[in-house]
């Protein structure tokens, strides 16, 4: 499988997963976020806020993949892994399980960062080596 190919599987499964993720949180189904022990209430607009950032997020890496603009792809990938960093950070300075905060949110950062660095190697291939490799 080449680098594209995987890049791009990697990708789509960070935004169709972001997606799910987003909408999870705006649609009431009874979503909570791992790890912490004190969920805000539905009044307080937590999870509202958090879903809209995660399909904002979604969006805008689905619409650089599927308009192929591999270089911004890269970068927003990159961005987007302080968000799941965050929960992180949220979820260890709230005295939540450690192995949720690292397991779920800290991996999901990592993940996404790895994509993000990839593509961005893909996409620095010059013009010249990318007419050879096509």
């Known amino acids: 499988m080449s680098l594209k ?5 990697l990708a789509t499964v960070v935004v169709l997963f972001t997606l799910y993720l987003g909408l999870s949180f705006v649609l009431p189904l009874g979503t909570t ?4 022990a004190n969920w805000p209430s539905d009044g307080s607009g937590f999870s509202i806020v958090k879903g809209s950032r995660e399909i904002a997020m979604g ?3 689905g619409v650089l993949l599927v308009t192929g603009h ?3 792809l890269g970068w927003v990938l990159l961005m987007t ?3 799941p960093f ?44 990318a007419a050879q490799s096509a």
């Not at 976020?33 to 912490?36: D, E, Q, R, S, T």
């Not at 949220?90 to 993940?111: D, F, I, Q």
């Open 5 to 9: 190919k995987l890049n791009t599987v």
């Open 33 to 36: 976020f791992p790890g912490l």
């Open 59 to 61: 969006l805008a890496m």
């Open 70 to 72: 591999r270089r911004p």
């Open 81 to 83: 892994a302080v968000a």
């Open 86 to 129: 965050g929960d992180m950070v949220n979820v260890l300075a709230h005295h939540g399980s450690t192995a949720a905060a690292l397991g779920v949110h800290g991996l999901t950062a990592a993940l996404i960062a790895v994509t993000g660095v990839l593509t961005l190697r893909e996409a620095g291939a010059t013009p010249a080596t």
